[in-house]
């Protein structure tokens, strides 16, 4: 995930890179990049969180929001009395979602350069 240190970084690109004299003519254009570059990480990521109510299918990783910390675990029949709402209550969970939905989306049969 991006987070604010890489936007940042780019901010402070397009400041360099922006044509202005100073500073504070450029300030309200990177600030509003800035703002903008976080609504749209933001809402993309909103997006992909499914509620605990929800049980992820089973085999499938899934990156898991707990109480002060993240997890990556799988959902699966092979572990004994493996219910969804009784795993959540224990190990915290508030939301979850897919690791494959956070990775690039490669087309089937393409050739990388």
């Known amino acids: ?14 400041l360099k890179n922006s044509g202005f004299n100073n500073n504070a003519d450029a300030y309200p254009y990177v600030n509003g990049f800035y703002d903008c570059a976080r609504w749209a990480i933001n809402a993309i990521i909103k997006d992909l969180w499914h509620p605990i109510n929800e049980e992820p299918v089973e085999d499938k990783p899934f990156l898991a929001k707990q109480i002060g910390k993240w997890r990556v675990d799988v959902n699966s029949s092979l572990f004994p009395n493996n219910v969804w709402s009784t795993h ?9 979602l897919y690791v494959e939905d956070l990775l690039p989306k490669t087309q089937k049969g393409g050739n990388h350069d």
């Open 88 to 96: 959540c209550k224990i190990q915290g969970i508030k939301r979850w």
């Open 1 to 14: 995930m991006i987070d604010d240190k890489k936007v940042k970084e780019a901010c402070d690109k397009a």
